[in-house]
Structures are given as structure tokens and as C-alpha cells.
């Protein structure tokens, strides 16, 4: 395996792609009784429309999210049952763009790896136990949609996006969901869950040479083929300016997205990434001019937050909480645009976000979790996420600046609202 120390934050990487195409990422942790695998498929819930053996695929929407839930179904029981009975606490998630198993353990290590990399790479589904997921997921979706939360932001994508796919809920629908069968969940097994489409990444005081013989024992000798993807041709334009519904709450929620201009993979990935969250704390932190006035003027409350996401094709700033003047404060965050786009960015404050937003990432290396979600990440686009160093080096106050002149645009904003029922 090839180490490589970086020296700016002293941490070590061991990495090895494997004859399969597996990459295998180990990150040392000397002394730690902690011991971290994540094993991550490039395959999440916006990868509806793909090709399969010359053919495209339209799959339900959702289907991801409900693949995650039946891989821990194996022949001899369910594998979460087995990592725990081992004393691992396991576990899954689904992303947009990636789905991710994953156990921490401080015994059994071996044991626990080798039961991740068996039951996700070995499917085993029937149709009564698919027929019978339906109904617990569906359980759930009908939950989730009764959520405020769930409901302002995903309408909020949808007023964002003509055809992307993030414009659908991970989780689907009840109905979409219903199509799910067997033979849809073995298809995008075959397609996405390959070792070449994969990366096994561990954090731990453990041997990177022993993982990656391990890796290439338990896991198929054959990698699979790139499987073309289908996010849908994203305009530039909004598909709409405003969304409103009542809902059963308190009092009025409101977020305000910007539809900003994605990055290619690679480094610049990372940049972007960078960038767009210093622009956000510049512009909404919390000791940011915008929320101070804000705040003073009662326009917001201590809900009030924003954050920077990108996704395969697109990239959203947006902002949001409380609020019973949303278009005031809409009003109002375009206004602080337009003056720092004009006046530029006070230097001080600059300095200081950029210390904190410098500091958050060095932070971040202290979770064995977080190391292992940005190497997955990073490899999934093509970037090395220790490099961030660097990359802040790049960084200016009029990079920023231009970052939210650029993005930040009436005709690029969206409105999305949650008003109490009468």
C-alpha cells in the first residue's frame, strides 16, 4: 500500500486499489481500542435513470434508500443482528450520491469486517420480504411528509430544479416505492454495488495491509463497468420563484435558496465546497453584519441558519427558520449581497471566518467517522480532502465576494414557506 503523511494537519493515509478496482483507504489511529469501517457504494438517491447493460434504466424513486434497508437481510438472519451480537454498533445511511454501511467496534474487529463485506456485496431478497418493507417504508415516508421541515426544503428543491434528480425525496414516495420488486433491487445491486464503484475506508489502530488482503479475500475478483448516470439537463433558471403551504405549525417558516453554478470533479470540487461555506458564514453567520440587523430588528430568531450543498450537477446556498416577514428578510439577504459585492468584504472579518472555518475542518479530523464520509466523498469527485490546507491557501476575500455576486441573484432565488392553517 502506498502511505502518504500530510504534514500541515500530521495525519497518514494508506491507500491501495485493489485488482478488482476496489479502493482501500487506511488511516492509522495508534493507541485508539476505536476502530471505524465504512464501506461506501458512488450510488445514492438521486441515481434513478442509469444504463444496465445497454440499456436504460428508469427505476422508482426511492429505490436506493430502500436497497439500503434490505441489504442487512442475509440467508442466516440479518447482518445488523450479527454486528451487534459481536459488540460493533452498526449501521447505514443514504445519501443523494453515495449509500454508506458502516460499524464502529472496539473487539472483534476482523470478525465485524468480515461480515461488512459479505453481506453488502451478497444480496438476498425475496419478494414476500420486499412486499413486506413496503409497508414499513411507507410507514416512514407518510412521517417524514408531515414534517415541516421535510416539507419547506423539499419544496424548495423542487422550486430550485426543473429536471434534477435531487428534486425527488431519498426516501421516494408511498407510491413510488410501490413498484419496487426483487428483480429491481438485484439490477442495481449488479450495477452500483461493485467493487469498482466502491471504496472501504478504515480509521483505527489497525494493519492497512491486513484490511486490504482482507478486502481482497471476502470480496469478488471482478470489478464491474462504469455505469452511465442520468441526473437530467439542469437549465439555469428557477423553476419557480415562490411556494407556499399551510401546515399544522406554530408560527411561520421560510427558507430562501440561491441556485448557484456546480463544479466539475476534481480539486476545484473541493474549492467550491470551501468557498461556498465561508460565503455563507460571511453573509448568515451569526456574527455576521445580515444577522445581527437582522435579529435586531426581529425579523429572525436564533432558528435562523444557512449552509452551502452540492450534488452530483448542482450546487444550493440557502437560508432559513422563523420568521413572520419572510419577504422582508428575503429582501434583506439580497440587499447584503448587493453591498458586499459593491463594498467588498471587511478584512478583519474575513480573517476571522477564515480561522474558524480552518479551525471546523481541523476539528473534524478528530471524528473517525467524519475522516472516513470526506475520504469517501473525496474519492467519489476526485479530490483529496486532506488537501484542504491548500486549498483555504487559495482562498481571497474577493474570491468570496465574487463567489456571492456571481450566485446570489434575484433571478436565482427561490422562496419556500410554511404558514400556520387559519
Known sequence: ???????????????????????????????????????????????????????????????????????????????????????????????NAMTGYYFDSTEHFEENLEILLSFVSVPYFTEESVAKEQGIIGQEIRMIEDNPDWQIYTRMMQALYHTSTARTSIAGTVESISHITAETLYDCHKAFYTPSNMILTVVGDVDPIHVADMARRILPREG???????????????????????????????????????????????????????????????????????????LINSSFGGAFEMMPGIAYLYAGGDSKNARAVAVEIQKEVDRLARDGIDEGFYQQVRRAAFGSNLRGLNSFENIAVSLTEGYFHGYDPFRFPQVFDTVTREDVAAFLRDNLRPDRMVLSEITPKD
Not at 32 to 47: C, I, L, V
Open 224 to 298: 464491474g463497468p462504469a455505469i452511465p448516470r442520468d441526473y437530467g439537463e439542469e437549465p439555469e433558471t428557477v423553476a419557480a420563484a415562490e411556494t407556499c403551504r399551510a401546515m399544522e405549525v406554530a408560527s411561520p417558516q421560510f427558507l430562501v435558496g440561491f441556485k448557484c453554478r456546480p463544479a466539475a470533479d476534481g480539486e476545484d470540487y473541493l474549492r467550491l465546497a470551501v468557498l461556498g461555506d465561508m460565503a455563507c458564514d460571511i453573509l448568515l453567520g451569526d456574527s455576521s453584519p445580515l444577522y445581527l440587523r437582522l435579529y435586531d430588528q426581529g
Open 1 to 95: 500500500m502506498k502511505q502518504r503523511f500530510y504534514e500541515r494537519i500530521g495525519e497518514s493515509v494508506y491507500r491501495e486499489t485493489l485488482p478488482n478496482g476496489l479502493q482501500v483507504c487506511v488511516v492509522p489511529k495508534p493507541g485508539y481500542a476505536k476502530k471505524y469501517a465504512f464501506f461506501a457504494t458512488r450510488y445514492g438517491g438521486m441515481d434513478v435513470r442509469f444504463q444496465l447493460d445497454g440499456r436504460w434504466l428508469d427505476t422508482p424513486a426511492g429505490i436506493a434508500h430502500y436497497l439500503e434497508h434490505k441489504m442487512f437481510d442475509t440467508k442466516e438472519g440479518n447482518a445488523l443482528q450479527e454486528l451487534a451480537k459481536n459488540g460493533a454498533e452498526p449501521n447505514a445511511f443514504t445519501a
